[in-house]
């Protein structure tokens, strides 16, 4: 049952605006968001989440209660509407305001940055604050904007009471001023870490085009820069000749297990590989669909022959091949047959006698 407010005339003459216009304030509601969400697809900004909600009524009754006499009209209230966009690094609350600023007509006099009054005994979280407005429709609203971290906090610090007003021990206050700060080191260190994985992204992408290959070590993101050079393109094609068979395309993300498995350690490793065991995988590929009419490829087969004929010239053998079976494909007794079978076909072929 609602609270019984003591309101007077004024104060439930907004209350009957409010609900009035409360159809219009989820409209809105519902349209802001999708523009926030749209935007943020489009710029390829990830978010944790967007949050909304409608002021509900007793809030509002209790707010008037407090301090109505502040407020004119409804139009003085700037969070009936409240929206949140919870970032999962620090330097993106500055890229969600930007969008907010380009879609919004914002009201910069009430506008607040808590981000710069943050004093060094303030034990929670601080947010970007931003009053908006959209064409037609005459109320504003309140957008904030922070980490994933700095929500888990302020959410923290509701729950625990911790600005009600009734005294804490000091040494509670000190244990969450401590993880008030654990928090916010983490939150930069994200950030940073970020940063410096896109440079060192970067700098790899770099290396690969300038064909220093040796000195990029081999890993996930390294390799796949390295793919979008098509390294084992012209391997492929010269084995789809043999039957003039279509190469179909599939991912080779797989075989860096495989490449790591049999002890490549950078980009120029693999290269090496290409130019000095392409042909024994082509010997290979020779047999396995040379007699055969097969007219489509899997883009698969040249890093997979590659890696056959490196085992098995250096002296890996079917456990060796199995293995590579099972990093790909998974354990199974299956990858033990395919192991004998290549085993048994490369024996006689020319690549194995040099």
């Known amino acids: 049952m609602p609270k019984t407010r003591h309101l007077d005339p004024h104060c439930e003459a907004i209350l009957e605006e409010y609900q009035s216009n409360l159809p219009r304030f989820r409209e809105v509601e519902q349209t802001v968001k999708q523009k926030l969400s749209d935007t943020f697809r489009e710029a390829g900004l990830l978010v944790a989440a967007i949050e909304s909600r409608v002021k509900a009524y007793d809030s509002l009754a209790g707010k008037l209660e407090l301090k109505g006499q502040k407020y004119k009209s409804l139009a003085d209230i700037t969070d009936i509407l409240g929206l949140r966009v919870i970032t999962f690094y620090i330097d993106d609350v500055d890229k969600v305001a930007s969008a907010v600023e380009k879609l919004f007509e914002i009201d910069w006099e009430n506008t607040i940055d808590k981000r710069k009054i943050h004093e060094i005994d303030s034990f929670g979280y601080l947010s970007l604050h931003y009053i908006c407005s959209v064409p037609g429709f005459p109320y504003r609203f309140e957008i904030q904007m922070r980490t994933l971290l700095q929500h888990a906090w302020a959410n923290m610090d509701h729950d625990t009471g911790y600005k009600s007003g009734v005294e804490i021990p000091k040494r509670y206050l000190r244990n969450m001023s401590r993880l008030a700060g654990m928090l916010e080191l983490v939150d930069d260190e994200f950030s940073k870490i970020r940063i410096e994985l896109t440079d060192y992204r970067r700098k790899v992408q770099s290396l690969v085009r300038s064909g220093n290959l040796d000195e990029v070590p081999l890993d996930g993101d390294t390799f796949r820069s390295y793919l979008e050079l098509e390294p084992f393109s012209q391997l492929n094609k010269r084995i789809a000749a043999m039957n003039q068979a279509e190469i179909q395309d599939v991912s080779i993300l797989p075989y860096l297990a ?41 883009s698969s087969i040249g890093p997979q022959d590659l890696c056959i004929a490196y085992i098995l010239k250096n002296g890996g053998g079917k456990a060796g091949i199995r293995h590579m079976f099972d990093l790909l494909n998974g354990e199974s007794e299956s990858n033990d047959m395919m192991a004998e079978m290549l085993l048994e076909q490369s024996k006689g072929l020319p690549f194995m006698n040099k």
């Open 258 to 298: 495989v490449f790591k498995g049999i002890g490549l350690k950078t980009l120029g490793d693999i290269a090496t590989v290409i130019k000095e065991y392409s042909e024994g995988a082509y010997q290979i590929a020779c047999y396995q669909i040379g007699l055969t009419d097969l007219d489509i490829i899997s």
